[in-house]
Protein backbone atom coordinates (compact mmCIF):
# COMPACT_ATOMS: atom_id res chain seq x y z
CA UNK A 1 0.00 0.00 0.00
CA UNK A 2 1.06 4.01 0.10
CA UNK A 3 3.73 4.91 2.25
CA UNK A 4 1.75 7.79 3.58
CA UNK A 5 1.42 11.33 2.72
CA UNK A 6 4.49 12.70 4.76
CA UNK A 7 6.92 11.46 1.78
CA UNK A 8 5.66 14.16 -0.70
CA UNK A 9 4.77 16.63 1.81
CA UNK A 10 8.01 16.65 2.51
CA UNK A 11 9.38 17.02 -0.96
CA UNK A 12 7.08 19.56 -1.98
CA UNK A 13 7.60 21.54 1.25
CA UNK A 14 11.68 21.69 0.42
CA UNK A 15 11.53 22.43 -3.38
CA UNK A 16 8.83 25.53 -2.10
CA UNK A 17 11.63 26.85 0.68
CA UNK A 18 14.49 26.28 -1.98
CA UNK A 19 12.14 28.55 -4.13
CA UNK A 20 11.36 31.13 -1.76
CA UNK A 21 15.20 31.40 -0.64
CA UNK A 22 16.21 31.29 -4.04
CA UNK A 23 13.66 34.58 -4.73
CA UNK A 24 14.58 36.06 -1.84
CA UNK A 25 18.44 36.33 -2.56
CA UNK A 26 19.01 36.69 -5.74
CA UNK A 27 16.27 39.56 -5.49
CA UNK A 28 14.42 38.09 -8.41
CA UNK A 29 11.43 40.63 -9.82
CA UNK A 30 8.44 39.38 -8.35
CA UNK A 31 6.44 39.94 -11.46
CA UNK A 32 9.02 37.49 -13.39
CA UNK A 33 8.71 34.71 -10.49
CA UNK A 34 6.84 35.70 -7.24
CA UNK A 35 8.01 33.89 -4.10
CA UNK A 36 5.85 31.42 -2.76
CA UNK A 37 4.41 33.32 0.41
CA UNK A 38 3.51 35.41 -2.18
CA UNK A 39 1.30 33.34 -4.02
CA UNK A 40 -0.43 31.91 -0.52
CA UNK A 41 -1.13 35.35 0.16
CA UNK A 42 -2.87 35.72 -2.86
CA UNK A 43 -4.69 32.39 -2.48
CA UNK A 44 -5.64 33.14 1.38
CA UNK A 45 -6.91 36.89 0.42
CA UNK A 46 -8.19 36.08 -2.60
CA UNK A 47 -9.87 32.50 -1.69
CA UNK A 48 -13.88 33.47 -3.14
CA UNK A 49 -12.70 34.15 -6.23
CA UNK A 50 -10.51 31.05 -6.44
CA UNK A 51 -12.97 28.95 -5.34
CA UNK A 52 -15.92 29.91 -6.99
CA UNK A 53 -13.90 29.92 -10.76
CA UNK A 54 -12.63 26.20 -9.49
CA UNK A 55 -15.95 25.64 -8.78
CA UNK A 56 -16.88 26.16 -12.51
CA UNK A 57 -14.02 24.23 -13.71
CA UNK A 58 -14.58 21.48 -11.82
CA UNK A 59 -18.30 20.63 -12.93
CA UNK A 60 -16.82 21.02 -16.71
CA UNK A 61 -14.07 18.53 -15.81
CA UNK A 62 -16.67 15.87 -14.24
CA UNK A 63 -19.04 16.10 -16.86
CA UNK A 64 -16.72 15.96 -19.75
CA UNK A 65 -14.42 12.89 -17.70
CA UNK A 66 -17.74 11.36 -16.85
CA UNK A 67 -18.49 10.96 -20.56
CA UNK A 68 -15.28 10.62 -21.89
CA UNK A 69 -15.08 7.22 -19.46
CA UNK A 70 -18.73 5.86 -20.14
CA UNK A 71 -18.16 6.54 -24.07
CA UNK A 72 -14.70 4.94 -23.67
CA UNK A 73 -15.65 1.89 -21.75
CA UNK A 74 -19.04 1.25 -24.40
CA UNK A 75 -16.60 1.63 -27.24
CA UNK A 76 -13.88 -1.01 -25.75
CA UNK A 77 -16.67 -3.54 -24.97
CA UNK A 78 -18.31 -2.76 -28.64
CA UNK A 79 -15.30 -3.12 -30.09
CA UNK A 80 -14.54 -6.22 -28.22
CA UNK A 81 -17.91 -7.73 -28.99
CA UNK A 82 -18.32 -7.16 -32.47
CA UNK A 83 -14.77 -7.70 -34.38
CA UNK A 84 -16.00 -5.78 -37.54
CA UNK A 85 -16.95 -2.76 -35.54
CA UNK A 86 -13.13 -2.63 -33.76
CA UNK A 87 -11.78 -3.18 -37.04
CA UNK A 88 -14.23 -0.41 -38.88
CA UNK A 89 -13.83 2.03 -36.28
CA UNK A 90 -10.22 1.96 -34.43
CA UNK A 91 -8.35 4.09 -36.94
CA UNK A 92 -11.19 6.93 -36.55
CA UNK A 93 -10.58 6.84 -32.84
CA UNK A 94 -7.19 7.61 -33.05
CA UNK A 95 -7.94 10.31 -35.71
CA UNK A 96 -10.49 12.31 -33.31
CA UNK A 97 -6.67 12.08 -31.18
CA UNK A 98 -5.17 13.67 -34.13
CA UNK A 99 -7.52 16.20 -34.42
CA UNK A 100 -5.59 19.90 -32.70
CA UNK A 101 -8.14 20.98 -29.47
CA UNK A 102 -7.48 24.53 -30.20
CA UNK A 103 -8.70 23.77 -33.69
CA UNK A 104 -11.92 22.07 -32.53
CA UNK A 105 -12.40 24.12 -29.29
CA UNK A 106 -13.21 27.12 -31.23
CA UNK A 107 -15.79 25.50 -33.50
CA UNK A 108 -17.63 24.06 -30.43
CA UNK A 109 -18.08 27.67 -29.07
CA UNK A 110 -19.23 28.76 -32.07
CA UNK A 111 -22.11 26.24 -31.82
CA UNK A 112 -22.38 26.55 -27.80
CA UNK A 113 -22.05 29.55 -26.81
CA UNK A 114 -20.18 30.54 -23.48
CA UNK A 115 -21.85 27.52 -21.87
CA UNK A 116 -20.48 24.46 -20.15
CA UNK A 117 -20.77 22.30 -23.14
CA UNK A 118 -17.83 23.18 -25.28
CA UNK A 119 -15.88 23.07 -22.19
CA UNK A 120 -17.02 19.25 -21.55
CA UNK A 121 -16.99 18.02 -24.73
CA UNK A 122 -13.77 19.27 -25.13
CA UNK A 123 -13.02 17.05 -22.26
CA UNK A 124 -14.51 14.18 -23.11
CA UNK A 125 -13.03 14.34 -26.63
CA UNK A 126 -9.46 13.69 -25.07
CA UNK A 127 -10.81 11.76 -22.23
CA UNK A 128 -12.89 8.83 -23.91
CA UNK A 129 -9.66 8.07 -25.48
CA UNK A 130 -7.35 6.18 -23.26
CA UNK A 131 -10.49 4.68 -21.70
CA UNK A 132 -10.97 2.73 -24.66
CA UNK A 133 -7.89 1.80 -25.68
CA UNK A 134 -7.28 0.40 -22.41
CA UNK A 135 -10.58 -1.36 -22.14
CA UNK A 136 -9.87 -3.02 -25.67
CA UNK A 137 -6.59 -4.49 -24.59
CA UNK A 138 -8.08 -5.08 -21.20
CA UNK A 139 -10.99 -7.39 -22.79
CA UNK A 140 -8.63 -8.78 -25.52
CA UNK A 141 -6.29 -10.23 -22.55
CA UNK A 142 -8.75 -12.17 -20.71
CA UNK A 143 -7.61 -15.73 -20.68
CA UNK A 144 -9.77 -17.63 -23.57
CA UNK A 145 -9.37 -21.21 -21.62
CA UNK A 146 -11.95 -19.03 -19.27
CA UNK A 147 -14.13 -18.24 -22.40
CA UNK A 148 -14.12 -21.46 -23.16
CA UNK A 149 -15.42 -22.56 -19.52
CA UNK A 150 -18.17 -20.52 -19.18
CA UNK A 151 -19.05 -21.31 -22.70
CA UNK A 152 -19.56 -24.96 -21.94
CA UNK A 153 -21.58 -23.52 -18.81
CA UNK A 154 -24.39 -22.29 -22.03
CA UNK A 155 -23.03 -18.28 -21.39
CA UNK A 156 -22.78 -16.43 -24.62
CA UNK A 157 -20.69 -13.53 -25.67
CA UNK A 158 -22.41 -11.12 -23.24
CA UNK A 159 -22.58 -13.36 -19.81
CA UNK A 160 -18.98 -13.68 -20.78
CA UNK A 161 -18.34 -10.10 -20.77
CA UNK A 162 -19.98 -9.80 -17.87
CA UNK A 163 -18.87 -12.34 -15.76
CA UNK A 164 -15.51 -12.85 -16.80
CA UNK A 165 -14.26 -9.78 -19.35
CA UNK A 166 -14.83 -6.47 -18.11
CA UNK A 167 -13.77 -7.95 -14.01
CA UNK A 168 -10.43 -9.35 -15.64
CA UNK A 169 -9.95 -6.54 -17.14
CA UNK A 170 -10.56 -4.05 -14.87
CA UNK A 171 -6.83 -3.09 -13.68
CA UNK A 172 -6.31 -2.45 -17.27
CA UNK A 173 -9.38 -0.16 -17.65
CA UNK A 174 -8.63 1.71 -14.26
CA UNK A 175 -5.10 2.70 -16.08
CA UNK A 176 -7.07 4.04 -18.88
CA UNK A 177 -9.35 6.05 -16.04
CA UNK A 178 -6.05 7.40 -14.44
CA UNK A 179 -4.48 8.91 -18.09
CA UNK A 180 -8.08 10.36 -18.14
CA UNK A 181 -8.61 12.02 -15.54
CA UNK A 182 -5.09 13.76 -16.09
CA UNK A 183 -6.04 14.82 -19.15
CA UNK A 184 -9.40 16.24 -17.98
CA UNK A 185 -7.62 19.17 -16.52
CA UNK A 186 -5.61 20.04 -19.35
CA UNK A 187 -8.74 19.55 -21.32
CA UNK A 188 -11.09 21.93 -18.69
CA UNK A 189 -8.29 24.79 -19.16
CA UNK A 190 -8.16 24.53 -22.82
CA UNK A 191 -11.81 24.49 -23.20
CA UNK A 192 -11.97 27.71 -21.65
CA UNK A 193 -9.19 29.39 -22.98
CA UNK A 194 -11.16 29.52 -26.02
CA UNK A 195 -13.88 31.23 -24.66
CA UNK A 196 -15.57 31.42 -21.28
CA UNK A 197 -16.31 33.87 -18.50
CA UNK A 198 -15.31 32.58 -15.44
CA UNK A 199 -13.10 29.32 -14.56
CA UNK A 200 -9.86 28.85 -13.53
CA UNK A 201 -8.47 28.93 -17.55
CA UNK A 202 -10.24 31.83 -17.68
CA UNK A 203 -8.85 33.59 -14.41
CA UNK A 204 -5.50 32.54 -15.81
CA UNK A 205 -5.30 34.33 -19.46
CA UNK A 206 -6.95 37.37 -17.13
CA UNK A 207 -3.82 37.38 -14.49
CA UNK A 208 -1.97 36.99 -17.73
CA UNK A 209 -2.95 40.12 -19.56
CA UNK A 210 -2.77 42.48 -16.00
CA UNK A 211 1.01 41.24 -15.71
CA UNK A 212 -0.48 39.48 -12.06
CA UNK A 213 2.03 36.76 -11.95
CA UNK A 214 1.23 36.00 -8.04
CA UNK A 215 -2.67 35.66 -8.78
CA UNK A 216 -1.60 33.44 -11.78
CA UNK A 217 0.64 31.05 -9.83
CA UNK A 218 -2.36 31.43 -7.44
CA UNK A 219 -4.75 30.10 -10.23
CA UNK A 220 -2.00 27.44 -11.21
CA UNK A 221 -1.73 26.08 -7.39
CA UNK A 222 -5.48 25.40 -6.82
CA UNK A 223 -5.68 23.36 -10.21
CA UNK A 224 -3.00 21.57 -9.36
CA UNK A 225 -4.28 20.68 -5.79
CA UNK A 226 -7.86 20.09 -7.50
CA UNK A 227 -6.13 17.69 -10.13
CA UNK A 228 -4.02 15.68 -7.62
CA UNK A 229 -7.06 15.16 -5.46
CA UNK A 230 -8.81 14.18 -8.64
CA UNK A 231 -6.50 11.60 -9.26
CA UNK A 232 -6.40 10.07 -5.93
CA UNK A 233 -9.97 9.57 -5.34
CA UNK A 234 -9.82 7.69 -8.70
CA UNK A 235 -7.14 5.57 -7.42
CA UNK A 236 -9.55 5.06 -3.99
CA UNK A 237 -12.35 4.00 -6.35
CA UNK A 238 -9.94 1.24 -8.31
CA UNK A 239 -8.67 -0.04 -4.86
CA UNK A 240 -12.54 -0.20 -4.34
CA UNK A 241 -13.64 -1.52 -7.00
CA UNK A 242 -10.91 -4.19 -6.67
CA UNK A 243 -10.60 -4.70 -2.91
CA UNK A 244 -10.22 -8.68 -3.44
CA UNK A 245 -6.43 -7.71 -4.24
CA UNK A 246 -6.42 -6.80 -0.74
CA UNK A 247 -7.16 -9.97 0.50
CA UNK A 248 -5.68 -12.17 -2.28
CA UNK A 249 -2.13 -10.73 -0.45
CA UNK A 250 -2.90 -12.25 3.14
CA UNK A 251 -1.36 -15.78 2.00
CA UNK A 252 -2.03 -18.31 3.78
CA UNK B 1 -27.45 -57.46 -21.15
CA UNK B 2 -26.00 -54.55 -23.35
CA UNK B 3 -25.05 -51.26 -21.50
CA UNK B 4 -26.78 -47.97 -21.80
CA UNK B 5 -24.61 -45.52 -23.77
CA UNK B 6 -23.99 -42.13 -22.79
CA UNK B 7 -21.96 -41.57 -25.46
CA UNK B 8 -20.87 -42.79 -28.90
CA UNK B 9 -18.18 -41.77 -30.61
CA UNK B 10 -17.78 -42.75 -34.48
CA UNK B 11 -14.95 -42.40 -37.15
CA UNK B 12 -13.80 -38.75 -35.69
CA UNK B 13 -11.46 -37.01 -38.22
CA UNK B 14 -10.17 -33.51 -37.14
CA UNK B 15 -7.70 -31.66 -39.32
CA UNK B 16 -6.83 -28.02 -38.15
CA UNK B 17 -4.24 -26.14 -40.22
CA UNK B 18 -0.79 -25.30 -38.47
CA UNK B 19 0.71 -22.38 -41.01
CA UNK B 20 1.23 -23.82 -44.32
CA UNK B 21 0.59 -27.49 -43.27
CA UNK B 22 -2.79 -29.30 -42.18
CA UNK B 23 -1.99 -31.25 -38.96
CA UNK B 24 -4.25 -34.52 -38.03
CA UNK B 25 -4.81 -34.22 -34.85
CA UNK B 26 -7.44 -37.46 -34.88
CA UNK B 27 -8.09 -39.91 -37.30
CA UNK B 28 -10.58 -43.04 -36.93
CA UNK B 29 -11.26 -42.62 -33.66
CA UNK B 30 -14.44 -45.14 -32.42
CA UNK B 31 -15.20 -45.39 -28.21
CA UNK B 32 -18.41 -45.72 -26.20
CA UNK B 33 -18.70 -44.36 -22.85
CA UNK B 34 -21.20 -46.87 -21.21
CA UNK B 35 -23.78 -44.44 -18.94
CA UNK B 36 -22.75 -44.08 -15.44
CA UNK B 37 -18.80 -45.30 -15.73
CA UNK B 38 -15.35 -43.88 -14.89
CA UNK B 39 -13.98 -44.07 -18.71
CA UNK B 40 -10.40 -42.38 -18.68
CA UNK B 41 -7.95 -41.87 -21.94
CA UNK B 42 -4.27 -42.53 -21.51
CA UNK B 43 -2.24 -41.20 -24.12
CA UNK B 44 1.20 -39.52 -24.97
CA UNK B 45 1.44 -35.72 -25.01
CA UNK B 46 0.27 -34.12 -28.11
CA UNK B 47 -1.45 -37.15 -29.55
CA UNK B 48 -5.34 -35.57 -29.69
CA UNK B 49 -6.60 -35.55 -26.25
CA UNK B 50 -7.52 -32.28 -25.75
CA UNK B 51 -9.04 -31.95 -29.45
CA UNK B 52 -11.18 -34.77 -28.42
CA UNK B 53 -12.19 -33.25 -25.26
CA UNK B 54 -12.97 -29.85 -26.91
CA UNK B 55 -14.95 -32.55 -29.39
CA UNK B 56 -16.95 -33.79 -25.94
CA UNK B 57 -17.82 -30.76 -24.81
CA UNK B 58 -19.00 -28.79 -27.67
CA UNK B 59 -16.44 -26.26 -28.19
CA UNK B 60 -15.71 -27.80 -31.32
CA UNK B 61 -16.86 -29.90 -34.21
CA UNK B 62 -15.72 -32.95 -36.37
CA UNK B 63 -14.74 -32.91 -39.59
CA UNK B 64 -15.97 -36.32 -40.45
CA UNK B 65 -17.61 -39.03 -37.93
CA UNK B 66 -20.41 -38.43 -35.33
CA UNK B 67 -20.68 -38.37 -31.25
CA UNK B 68 -24.06 -39.40 -30.49
CA UNK B 69 -25.61 -38.72 -26.98
CA UNK B 70 -28.61 -40.95 -27.06
CA UNK B 71 -29.49 -39.94 -23.71
CA UNK B 72 -29.70 -35.60 -24.60
CA UNK B 73 -32.26 -36.56 -27.37
CA UNK B 74 -29.69 -34.03 -29.35
CA UNK B 75 -26.27 -33.88 -30.85
CA UNK B 76 -25.20 -30.39 -29.64
CA UNK B 77 -23.44 -31.36 -27.16
CA UNK B 78 -22.37 -27.34 -25.62
CA UNK B 79 -24.09 -26.68 -22.40
CA UNK B 80 -24.97 -29.91 -22.07
CA UNK B 81 -21.74 -31.46 -21.04
CA UNK B 82 -19.64 -31.01 -17.88
CA UNK B 83 -15.98 -29.52 -18.34
CA UNK B 84 -13.18 -29.08 -16.28
CA UNK B 85 -10.10 -28.07 -17.82
CA UNK B 86 -6.46 -28.48 -16.51
CA UNK B 87 -6.43 -24.80 -15.27
CA UNK B 88 -8.71 -24.12 -12.42
CA UNK B 89 -9.39 -20.73 -14.24
CA UNK B 90 -10.67 -19.57 -11.27
CA UNK B 91 -11.44 -15.82 -10.91
CA UNK B 92 -9.31 -13.68 -8.83
CA UNK B 93 -12.27 -11.45 -7.94
CA UNK B 94 -14.68 -14.01 -6.71
CA UNK B 95 -14.56 -15.61 -3.26
CA UNK B 96 -14.76 -19.51 -3.05
CA UNK B 97 -18.52 -19.61 -2.84
CA UNK B 98 -18.85 -17.21 -6.06
CA UNK B 99 -16.53 -19.21 -7.84
CA UNK B 100 -18.31 -22.95 -7.60
CA UNK B 101 -21.38 -20.74 -8.23
CA UNK B 102 -20.20 -19.59 -11.72
CA UNK B 103 -21.62 -22.58 -13.55
CA UNK B 104 -25.06 -22.53 -12.11
CA UNK B 105 -25.34 -18.66 -12.20
CA UNK B 106 -24.15 -19.62 -16.38
CA UNK B 107 -27.08 -21.96 -16.61
CA UNK B 108 -29.81 -19.19 -15.34
CA UNK B 109 -29.12 -19.90 -11.68
CA UNK B 110 -30.56 -16.98 -9.47
CA UNK B 111 -27.63 -15.79 -8.05
CA UNK B 112 -28.60 -16.12 -4.40
CA UNK B 113 -29.36 -19.31 -5.15
CA UNK B 114 -26.27 -20.10 -6.65
CA UNK B 115 -24.55 -19.32 -4.04
CA UNK B 116 -26.85 -21.56 -1.26
CA UNK B 117 -26.34 -24.31 -3.20
CA UNK B 118 -22.60 -23.81 -3.46
CA UNK B 119 -22.71 -23.57 0.19
CA UNK B 120 -24.46 -26.44 1.19
CA UNK B 121 -21.29 -28.51 -0.83
CA UNK B 122 -18.57 -26.98 0.79
CA UNK B 123 -18.53 -29.39 3.90
CA UNK B 124 -17.93 -32.36 1.19
CA UNK B 125 -15.51 -30.53 -0.65
CA UNK B 126 -13.17 -29.25 1.95
CA UNK B 127 -13.88 -26.38 1.35
CA UNK B 128 -15.44 -25.30 5.06
CA UNK B 129 -14.59 -22.32 6.51
CA UNK B 130 -12.75 -21.07 3.22
CA UNK B 131 -16.36 -20.09 1.67
CA UNK B 132 -15.25 -16.38 1.46
CA UNK B 133 -12.03 -16.30 1.34
CA UNK B 134 -10.25 -15.52 -2.23
CA UNK B 135 -8.32 -18.03 -4.83
CA UNK B 136 -5.01 -16.36 -4.00
CA UNK B 137 -5.61 -17.35 -0.87
CA UNK B 138 -6.01 -21.47 -1.23
CA UNK B 139 -3.71 -24.13 -1.78
CA UNK B 140 -3.33 -25.92 -5.30
CA UNK B 141 -5.09 -28.67 -4.15
CA UNK B 142 -8.23 -26.47 -2.82
CA UNK B 143 -7.97 -24.43 -5.96
CA UNK B 144 -8.97 -27.51 -7.72
CA UNK B 145 -11.46 -28.55 -5.67
CA UNK B 146 -13.16 -25.31 -5.72
CA UNK B 147 -12.97 -26.22 -9.99
CA UNK B 148 -14.69 -29.58 -9.47
CA UNK B 149 -17.59 -28.04 -7.47
CA UNK B 150 -17.83 -25.99 -9.67
CA UNK B 151 -18.11 -28.38 -12.42
CA UNK B 152 -20.04 -30.57 -10.35
CA UNK B 153 -23.38 -28.24 -9.25
CA UNK B 154 -23.89 -27.78 -12.41
CA UNK B 155 -25.63 -31.65 -12.22
CA UNK B 156 -24.64 -32.65 -15.44
CA UNK B 157 -24.90 -36.66 -16.40
CA UNK B 158 -21.81 -36.80 -18.62
CA UNK B 159 -18.77 -34.71 -16.85
CA UNK B 160 -14.93 -34.59 -18.71
CA UNK B 161 -12.20 -33.63 -17.03
CA UNK B 162 -8.77 -33.19 -18.35
CA UNK B 163 -6.11 -33.68 -16.31
CA UNK B 164 -7.46 -32.41 -13.07
CA UNK B 165 -4.68 -33.35 -11.29
CA UNK B 166 -1.57 -32.85 -13.00
CA UNK B 167 -0.53 -30.14 -11.98
CA UNK B 168 -0.48 -31.26 -7.90
CA UNK B 169 2.30 -32.82 -6.23
CA UNK B 170 2.46 -36.56 -5.93
CA UNK B 171 0.51 -36.95 -2.30
CA UNK B 172 -2.23 -34.50 -2.96
CA UNK B 173 -2.58 -36.39 -6.04
CA UNK B 174 -3.09 -39.50 -4.35
CA UNK B 175 -6.06 -37.85 -1.67
CA UNK B 176 -7.57 -36.14 -4.52
CA UNK B 177 -7.79 -39.35 -6.24
CA UNK B 178 -9.91 -40.78 -3.74
CA UNK B 179 -11.39 -37.90 -3.05
CA UNK B 180 -13.07 -38.28 -6.28
CA UNK B 181 -13.67 -41.76 -6.19
CA UNK B 182 -15.73 -41.25 -2.91
CA UNK B 183 -17.67 -38.78 -4.21
CA UNK B 184 -18.68 -40.24 -7.35
CA UNK B 185 -19.85 -43.45 -5.92
CA UNK B 186 -22.33 -41.37 -3.96
CA UNK B 187 -23.29 -39.29 -6.91
CA UNK B 188 -23.09 -41.80 -10.27
CA UNK B 189 -22.80 -39.87 -13.46
CA UNK B 190 -20.87 -40.19 -16.32
CA UNK B 191 -17.17 -39.33 -16.28
CA UNK B 192 -14.44 -38.92 -19.15
CA UNK B 193 -11.40 -38.54 -17.13
CA UNK B 194 -7.98 -37.75 -19.50
CA UNK B 195 -4.35 -38.40 -17.85
CA UNK B 196 -0.77 -39.60 -18.85
CA UNK B 197 -0.65 -41.09 -15.55
CA UNK B 198 -0.99 -44.56 -16.12
CA UNK B 199 -1.58 -45.46 -12.54
CA UNK B 200 -3.85 -42.70 -11.82
CA UNK B 201 -5.95 -44.39 -14.90
CA UNK B 202 -5.85 -48.03 -12.99
CA UNK B 203 -6.98 -46.31 -10.03
CA UNK B 204 -9.82 -44.61 -10.89
CA UNK B 205 -11.39 -46.50 -14.15
CA UNK B 206 -13.79 -48.58 -15.09
CA UNK B 207 -12.21 -48.34 -18.89
CA UNK B 208 -9.27 -47.10 -19.76
CA UNK B 209 -8.48 -46.16 -23.46
CA UNK B 210 -5.46 -46.17 -24.75
CA UNK B 211 -4.71 -43.33 -27.54
CA UNK B 212 -1.89 -43.67 -30.16
CA UNK B 213 0.42 -40.84 -30.95
CA UNK B 214 -1.28 -38.25 -33.32
CA UNK B 215 -3.43 -38.53 -35.60
CA UNK B 216 -5.20 -40.22 -32.54
CA UNK B 217 -7.32 -42.97 -32.37
CA UNK B 218 -7.80 -45.66 -29.66
CA UNK B 219 -5.35 -48.30 -29.98
CA UNK B 220 -6.27 -50.43 -26.89
CA UNK B 221 -9.66 -50.76 -24.34
CA UNK B 222 -8.97 -52.10 -21.36
CA UNK B 223 -11.40 -53.05 -18.62
CA UNK B 224 -10.48 -52.52 -14.88
CA UNK B 225 -12.28 -55.42 -12.93
CA UNK B 226 -11.16 -54.43 -9.73
CA UNK B 227 -13.97 -54.21 -7.13
CA UNK B 228 -15.22 -51.06 -5.61
CA UNK B 229 -14.88 -48.80 -3.49
CA UNK B 230 -10.85 -49.29 -4.24
CA UNK B 231 -8.92 -48.02 -1.41
CA UNK B 232 -5.09 -46.34 -2.56
CA UNK B 233 -3.22 -48.46 -0.82
CA UNK B 234 -4.37 -52.19 -1.38
CA UNK B 235 -5.21 -51.26 -4.99
CA UNK B 236 -1.67 -49.34 -6.70
CA UNK B 237 0.01 -52.20 -4.56
CA UNK B 238 -1.91 -55.52 -5.47
CA UNK B 239 -0.69 -58.01 -8.25
CA UNK B 240 -3.71 -57.27 -10.45
CA UNK B 241 -2.96 -53.68 -10.89
CA UNK B 242 0.42 -54.61 -12.15
CA UNK B 243 -0.54 -56.87 -14.48
CA UNK B 244 -2.77 -54.54 -16.16
CA UNK B 245 -0.03 -51.69 -15.62
CA UNK B 246 2.15 -54.01 -17.69
CA UNK B 247 -0.66 -55.05 -20.51
CA UNK B 248 -1.05 -50.58 -21.19
CA UNK B 249 2.74 -49.70 -20.59
CA UNK B 250 3.21 -53.04 -23.16
CA UNK B 251 0.42 -51.58 -26.17
CA UNK B 252 1.88 -47.86 -25.08
CA UNK B 253 5.76 -49.17 -26.09
CA UNK B 254 4.96 -51.00 -29.33
CA UNK B 255 2.97 -47.36 -30.60
CA UNK B 256 5.63 -45.18 -29.57
Redesign the interface.
Given at each position: MRSGVWPPLLLGAGLLAAWEIYVRVAHIDPLLLPPPSAVVRYITGNAGILLNNGAATLSELLLGFAIGVVVGLCLGVLMQIWRWFREAAYPWLVATQMIPIPAVAPILVLWFGFTIVPKAATVALISFFPVAVNTVDGLRSV?P??I????????GPW?VMW??AL??A?PRIFSGVRVAMALSVVGAVFGEWVGSTHGLGYLMLRFENRGETAGLFATVAVLAIMGIILFFLVGWTEDWA?S??R?????? | MAEAIAMRVHGIRRTYRDGTRTVMALEGTDMDVPDGKFVTIVGPSACGKSTLLNLFCGLDKPDAGSIETPAFGTDELLGRVGYMPQQDLLMPWRTVTDNAAVGLECLGCDREDARRQAREHMARFGLRGFEFSYPGQLSEGMRQRVALLRTFLCGRRINVLDEPFGKLDAMTRASMQSWLLDYWQENRCTIVFVTHDIDEALFLSDVVHLMSPRPGRIIRSLEVDVARPRKYSEVVTSVHFNELKACLLESLGREL
Open positions: NELRLLRTFGAKMAPGLMWRHAKETL | -
